[in-house]
């Protein structure tokens, strides 16, 4: 992209985070959207939430505290998405 500024590594970082949220977020509100239309089952939305957070889980990411503030963002997401009706 000619003309555009470069960013640094703080905004590059920001960016990314921002980005990795939006996606959760969009994931999660489709995820609810598709639970109270009867399109996606409990079992279903565990199964997505479960798969999310495995690349949070691994070793070489669980001592960082920017992934354990996603991993909790995304916990609290799903726990309203696989409530009981």
């Known amino acids: 992209m000619a ?11 920001a960016a990314l ?5 939006s996606a959760i977020n969009g994931i999660a509100s489709l995820a609810n ?3 109270q239309r009867g399109l996606l089952t409990v079992s279903e ?3 997505l939430h479960q ?7 691994l070793p070489r990411h669980a001592d960082n505290l920017a992934v354990q503030e996603i991993q909790l963002h995304l916990d609290q997401l799903f ?3 696989v409530a009981p009706d």
């Open 3 to 13: 003309g555009t500024p470069s960013l640094d590594l703080p905004q590059l970082f």
């Open 17 to 21: 985070e921002v980005s990795d949220i």
């Open 33 to 35: 959207i598709l639970r």
């Open 45 to 47: 939305a565990s199964a």
């Open 51 to 57: 798969s999310m957070s495995l690349p949070l889980s």
């Open 79 to 81: 726990a309203h998405i």
